[in-house]
């Protein structure tokens, strides 16, 4: 009994003796660098659950579309640093570009000039019909597009949407992943919302994505929030964070948090 006793003890050491292999999604996620602005934000983003929903592995070839300020940015470069590649397709920039999307981009580009968790980071550039060469054709592993179909469809139509996921379909390597979250409008709301309000049915952006050749593989309730009925006076910028309307009802937007999302996964095919 003795004996047996010692044997168990000696095989507990040596398992605590071995080495803790990192959760590269977790470790980036409480990484320091990332401000307390944006860890406030988990909350609503859940980047932990997204990631892992999108496949999203340490060794893959990952394009972020559109990072702007570089929320999953942050979370991605500690996942791909050691042993992928993050291609960040940003803003492109010409004599029609907003100041605010200039200015997003400039800032981007001043973190990867600093030297630190960006200094690895491609920088490409996106937009429908002027700028589509985010990648190398079939180099990606995973394409991943956070709250941005409506903007597409807001400046460029559904013309715009269809053109964004061909870009994407291109840059994939067969089997590759498209993840997708954005703002998601009920299926019984007016198709004419859309243009203004910053949420899309889901119908229409997995129609988008299947004319393009992608297959819808899984969808999630990940970044859903029942309280959200996408009715509200600025659109979804009268949620939190932006809360357009300022003090008026403050508390109230703040009680329904961020918007209501749908997170879909597509696959294309081998």
């Given amino acids: ?25 977790t470790d980036a996620i409480k990484a320091d660098h990332r401000s307390a602005d944006a860890t406030v934000r988990d909350e609503y983003r859940n980047p932990q659950q997204t990631l892992r929903f999108f ?14 300020g570089g929320w999953y940015t942050d979370i991605l470069t500690g996942v791909l640093s050691e042993n992928g590649k993050l291609i960040a397709a940003h803003f492109h920039v010409d004599e029609d570009t907003r100041d605010y999307y200039k200015k997003s981009l400039e800032k981007f580009k001043g973190k990867m000039k600093d030297g630190g ?24 592993d995973a394409v991943l597009t956070f709250r941005n179909v ?48 910053g949420y ?37 910028w009268t949620l939190p964070p932006t809360l357009a309307l300022g003090e008026e009802d403050q508390q109230k937007y703040l009680a329904i948090g961020e918007s209501n999302r749908m997170t879909l996964k597509f696959v294309k095919p081998e």
């Avoid at 589509?132 to 180099?139: H, L, N, V």
């Avoid at 703002?183 to 709301?189: L, V």
């Avoid at 952006?205 to 996408?230: R, T």
């Fill in 1 to 25: 009994m003795k004996t047996s006793l010692r044997v168990v003890a000696a095989s507990l050491f040596a398992l605590s003796a071995q080495p803790v292999f990192a959760d590269e999604i």
């Fill in 55 to 68: 496949g999203i592995e340490p060794d893959m070839t990952v394009v972020e579309i559109w990072p702007g």
């Fill in 117 to 140: 968790e960006y200094s690895d980071v491609e920088l490409t550039a996106f937009h429908p019909g002027k700028s589509m060469d985010i990648a190398e054709a079939g180099s990606a």
């Fill in 150 to 197: 409506h903007n597409w469809y807001m400046n460029s139509g559904q013309e715009g949407v269809e053109q964004a996921f061909k870009t994407f379909y291109k840059a994939l390597k067969p089997g590759g992943v498209l993840g997708v979250v954005d703002h998601k409008m009920p299926e019984s709301a007016d198709d004419a919302m859309m243009e203004k309000s």
């Fill in 200 to 236: 899309v049915k889901q119908s229409f952006v997995v129609d988008a994505a299947k004319a393009a050749g992608f297959e819808l593989e899984a969808e999630s309730d990940i970044n859903a929030n029942s309280m959200d009925n996408a009715e509200h006076p600025k659109g979804v």
